[in-house]
């Protein structure tokens, strides 16, 4: 291990032994055992994600698909804590977990994983392609023979779900985002953000079919779950136990373990290695 290795594992477990202190004190470490145990977890999962977006060499051997897999496994740990707790403040608690795992695994994906290392170029802003900049370019291109059938499907439908998530935990934490307008307030400014760092820091490039892209599919998506009332059914599911049974609850609860505990364990490997 690095030095910066050494400092970074060093913090973690500070910060964990300040944790345990803390929940001896308010005596909920023995009260409320799998809530500690879960946000202790969930704690070192993602400290293992962090510690593996920073360094270069695990990073790069890590794809979109694994990261999308691990964060819907803590997504299923959250949400299946959730109805084992079963009250109003654990789900509203939750809905905000969701939103910051949606938005970490979207950052890593567009800044991290498998993306070159950071190179500022705040002048590449007043170089773009001006291709880039004409609506519908770079689509027409992938239809007239210049790209894959894998391309295409990756960018052209990869780029309308990228935001899907963020309009659906929208709609599900607050009733006034079922109107469009309020979502796009939040999607089209982090939208343009993201595709200006991206050129800024040489990890991807600016264009503006992405941002159209990206805008349409939570319009349509919007569009076609608010048109039948079936974020309204779904909505329900997020705030009240509809999985009566404990022994499925639980069951859940361990299987969402899994990936989480693979990857730490490959990550140790690693480091070993």
């Not at 009250?87 to 939750?94: E, P």
């Not at 052209?156 to 979502?183: A, T």
């Not at 919007?222 to 009240?240: N, W």
Request: proline fraction near 2%.
């Amino acid at each position: 291990m690095e030095r910066e290795d050494f400092i970074y594992c060093g913090i973690v477990l500070c910060l964990f032994l300040l944790y345990v202190i803390y929940k001896m004190k308010t005596k909920e470490l023995f009260h409320n055992k799998i809530k500690c145990f879960t946000e202790i977890f969930f704690f070192f999962t993602m400290s293992t994600f962090v510690f593996v977006l920073s360094s270069i060499g695990i990073r790069y051997s890590m794809n979109s698909m694994q990261a999308i897999a691990l964060f819907a496994s803590l997504f299923l740990l959250c949400f299946s804590f959730g109805c084992i707790q079963n009250n109003r403040k654990t789900y509203n608690t939750n809905i905000f977990i969701y939103l910051g795992l949606y938005l970490v695994l979207l950052m890593s994906i567009t800044f991290f994983i498998g993306r070159p290392t950071f190179r500022f170029r705040f002048d590449r802003i007043f170089s773009i392609y001006k291709g880039s900049l004409i609506p519908f370019h770079t689509i027409s291109l992938y239809f007239n023979g210049y790209a894959s059938t894998k391309e295409i499907v990756y960018n052209i439908f990869g780029n309308m779900v990228l935001l899907v998530p963020l309009s659906f935990l929208l709609m599900i934490k607050n009733k006034k985002y079922n109107h469009i307008f309020r979502q796009l307030c939040i999607i089209v400014p982090l939208v343009v953000f993201i595709e200006l760092f991206q050129e800024i820091t040489w990890v991807g490039s600016f264009d503006i079919d992405d941002i159209l892209l990206n805008v349409f599919g939570p319009i349509l998506f919007t569009f076609l779950i608010t048109r039948f009332d079936i974020i309204g059914k779904i909505r329900s599911l997020f705030y009240r136990d509809f999985i009566k049974n404990k022994s499925i609850q639980y069951f859940l609860y361990f299987i969402s373990l899994i990936i989480p505990v693979l990857f730490i364990i490959k990550t140790i490997v690693k480091i070993i290695d």
